[in-house]
């Protein structure tokens, strides 16, 4: 794998952090803002919102300009977002840092997705998409955790400081190592709305709504679920979600190894699976060995999901894919909101704590029929181009032997 990969990885690492450290930090943020914690919430909505407006929006910018000199535009937005709410002197002025920094995350998978599949050969595109989303696993397992103790101990102004310098190093790692790839001559932003158009690719965000929409669903309130059912202490909970995110570095790599190889199969099994394991802990949540057990599988097979579904749609939006695969990436945040909503709602309800695992088990078994559904549509069109093929070749002959005659 390229060299390059590492600069886009640790790009990926960067977005990741920032992402999600701001959970473990909300009750510091709100101490020093005096807001409410659910105020302080709005940092989290406000970053999500952000991904899905500003991937079409800085995705349609980048056709303009060469996709090195795009990725490292928004490295540059990405430091100005953290730096911003490193510094900021009220909590209106932090929330535009999130969003700001949030303007960068669709885009730069989007593009980076494109990026890191260009550099390889075909047979090797979901290798090199799991080599760059490896950055955002890591994120879950080192990022997050360090930052969040840094922020407990320090300062959480001290946490965005440290991101900001993550994007910094990113920033020149694509300078130096990403090669001057320009936009494909001839491609304007209507052919890249175009690509929407396509049944396949609309099938494919649909999964990915779904399927890491699940993942969402439980794991929005795994602390609850932790302590209040588990038996957990609130103090092994950080270390709880490392766990989660070892089960997304492993299931990011197995989806990289193998959709190359099966990619239709792959998303088969990986969505059957994270249904079966949703559903179970509603049951294994009331027991701690269980449920550390569980939460390891839920990482891993709802990340193996992520590189198929992001090459099946650089595959399916291969004439201009920028767009789509940015649009991709706004459609995990989209899951991760719906599913976030649904949870509140059944445990709103009185159904329970845990009944938010069995919301995750029913998108992730809508995601599988929806997959399900995708493969028999490409079945359908290899079947129906034999039959064109086959007639094609069948016409000649008679002339032929007319011909003869």
């Known amino acids: 794998m390229p060299l390059a990969l590492l600069a886009l990885a640790i790009g990926a690492f960067g977005i990741g952090t920032t992402e999600f450290v701001i959970m473990g930090l909300l009750p510091e943020v709100a101490a ?22 500003g991937a079409p929006l800085m995705t349609a910018l980048g056709t303009r300009v060469s996709r090195k000199n795009m990725l490292m535009l928004l490295m540059g937005l990405f430091v100005a977002g953290n730096l911003i709410s490193a510094v900021a002197p009220a909590f209106g002025v932090m929330l535009t840092g999130r969003v700001i920094a949030s303007f960068t995350h669709g885009a730069f998978f989007g593009i980076g997705s494109i990026v890191a599949a260009g550099m390889v050969a075909p047979h090797k595109k979901a290798g090199a998409l799991s080599m760059m989303f490896t950055g955002l696993t890591l994120a879950n397992v080192v990022g997050v955790p360090f930052g969040t103790w840094l922020g407990q101990q320090v300062s959480w102004r001290a946490t965005f400081f440290v991101v900001a310098g993550l994007g910094v190093i990113g920033l020149a790692g694509i300078a130096q190592l990403v090669p001057d ?17 396509n049944v396949q ?3 494919a965000m649909a999964m990915t709504v779904l399927g890491f929409g699940g993942v969402f669903a439980a794991i929005t309130y795994i602390t609850p679920m932790l302590t209040d059912v588990a038996g957990y202490a609130p103090g092994s909970v950080t270390w709880l979600l490392v766990l989660f995110g070892l089960g997304m570095v492993v299931g990011n790599l197995i989806g990289g ?27 294994t949540a009331h027991d701690k060995v269980a449920a550390a057990v569980t939460l390891f599988l839920i990482g891993a097979f709802g990340f193996a999901t992520v590189p198929p579904l992001q090459k099946r749609v650089l595959d399916q939006a291969a004439a201009a894919p920028t767009l789509a695969s940015a649009g991709n990436i706004g459609a995990f945040n989209l899951g991760n909101s719906l599913a976030a909503w649904l949870g509140g709602l059944v445990i709103a309800g009185g159904l329970g704590l845990t009944a938010p695992n069995w919301v995750g088990a029913a ?21 129906n181009g ?3 093929v086959a007639g094609a070749g069948a016409t000649p002959e008679p002339v032929a032997v007319a011909a003869q005659r």
């Open 32 to 53: 020093e803002y005096q807001v409410s914690i659910p105020t302080a919430g709005y940092l989290v909505t406000g970053y999500g919102l952000g991904v899905v407006l």
């Open 181 to 197: 790839m320009p936009k494909p001559a001839g491609v304007r932003l209507r052919d890249e709305v175009a690509a929407f158009r």
């Open 201 to 203: 690719v609309l099938l």
């Open 257 to 283: 190894r193998f959709a190359d190889r099966a990619l239709m199969p792959l998303l088969y099994v990986s969505l059957a699976g994270l249904a079966v394991v949703l559903a179970l802990f509603t049951v």
């Open 363 to 383: 998108l992730a078994v809508s995601a599988l029929l929806v997959a399900l559904l995708s493969g028999s549509l490409d079945r359908r069109t290899t079947r």
């Open 386 to 388: 034999s039959r064109v």
